[in-house]
Every structure is written in C-alpha cells, then in structure tokens.
C-alpha cells in the first residue's frame, strides 16, 4: 500500500493555464505538506496543515491555494500558472506537529510550464 | 534562521567502499532533530536515518551511519560497503523541535562506480 499518493506524477501545461495536484495519505498522520524542489534540486516547504488547519504559509504567491478537504487529504491548486512554476512539488505527511517526528514524503509531481 | 549547508555538491565511491557525506547546520537551539533524505533517479523521498541532537549517542541504520558532533553543528552521513543501489542525492535536513518546518540542505549527489 502506498503511504503517500500524489496524482498526477507528470503535468504539462501552458502558462495562464489553472491546475491542481492531489495528495492522498494512508497513514492516519494528522500534519501535511506541501513542498517545491527547484531545477537545481533544492526543496522547500510551501504549507503545511494540521488536523485541515493551516500551519504554514511560506510566503509563497498568493496564486496557490492549498486546500484540506480532510485529514487524509491535501491538494494544491495554481491559478494562472507561470513559466517559473516549473518545479516537482511533494507531498508529505507526518503524525504530528512535533520536531522530531519523520515526515514522509510522496513521489513527486513534475510540473512543466509551457 | 537556521540554514544547512552540504559542501559537496558531488561525491562518488567505488562499490563496496566506504564514503561521507558532509552536512553542517546552524542553529541557536538545543531541542532539534537531524535527518538524511536519500533521492534516487525515481524521485522519491526516502528516509534514511535520523538523530534527536538531546542524544549523544549517534544513529545507526544498517550500513548508514552518523556522526553527529553538537558542538560543532556537524552531521555527517556514513555509507559502508556502498553499493549501486545508494547511488543517489543525498539530503540533510534540521527540524526544530516543535516546528513543522524541515530546512533542506542543497543535497549531494552520490555516484557508485562498480
């Protein structure tokens, strides 16, 4: 079973376009994340959700909005995409707020923008 | 704010050999927890080892190994009898404790000759 699901793997797309990434866990973790690892590999937090509770919002623009239907689900949308939106974006999950708990990630979606 | 940092962009070690991966971090907190990420070519996050800094002893995991030096703000990654499989990028990473936020080193990339 996979732990942390994300749908689509690869997304291709024009610039102006909107989209959304899914991000499902089955691990009955209560924290999720979403993170951005640029063209030179570098990741970076974006939010992060607590029991559908928006934690953090790392100044990221104001065109991705995440959104927490449930414990078990943290999606990403992106209006009017750009050109620098271009990056793989993970998911992650972990049981809880505390420091030294692990987050597990999912695979990735790669995001292309045309 | 705390920043990590890994000074070798690219490593590489022949099969079966031993390498160290270098990964420095700076911080003014004493309640934090260490990790390495290992990235394959498939993209996946995967977790390879992790430390709670209140513990002095350093962290083991099959063939990877820590050693974690406080004071200094050193934690290096161990790979013995490296094998093809480890071939991969290699990220640090800092969690303070009580925070969701996980900050990324810029990763090394390993390569195992055979």
């Known amino acids: 079973d996979t732990a942390v699901s994300q749908t689509p793997k690869y997304l291709v797309t024009q610039m102006g376009n909107d989209k959304s990434i899914k991000c499902e866990q089955n691990?009955?973790?209560?924290?999720m994340y979403w993170y951005k690892q640029d063209s030179k590999k570098f990741l970076k937090i974006m939010f992060s959700y607590n029991n559908k509770e928006l934690i953090i919002n790392e100044t990221v623009p104001n065109r991705f909005s995440p959104k927490s239907p449930d414990k078990a689900h943290l999606n990403l949308h992106i209006n009017s995409l750009e050109l620098g939106d271009s990056a793989v974006y993970f998911c992650?999950?972990?049981?809880?707020?505390?420091?030294?708990?692990?987050?597990?990630f999912g695979p990735g979606t790669r995001l292309t923008v045309l | 704010a705390q920043t990590v940092t890994q000074s070798q962009p690219e490593m590489s070690v022949q099969e079966a050999e031993t390498v160290t991966l270098s990964c420095t971090y700076d911080?003014?907190?004493?309640?934090?927890?260490l990790f390495w990420y290992k990235q394959p070519p498939s993209r996946q996050m995967i977790l390879v080892i992790r430390?709670?800094?209140?513990?002095?002893q350093n962290a083991t995991e099959n063939r990877f190994s820590v050693n974690f030096q406080k004071a200094a703000k050193s934690f290096s990654l161990k790979i013995s009898d490296s094998q093809l499989g480890d071939a991969a990028m290699y990220f640090c990473a800092y969690r303070q404790g009580g925070s969701e936020k996980l900050v990324f080193g810029k990763g090394t990339k390993l390569t195992v000759n055979p």
């Open positions: 911080t003014s907190e004493s309640d934090y927890y």
């Open positions: 992650a999950s972990s049981q809880d707020m505390a420091g030294g708990d692990t987050q597990y």
């Open positions: 691990l009955g973790h209560d924290t």
């Open positions: 430390q709670e800094a209140y513990k002095q």
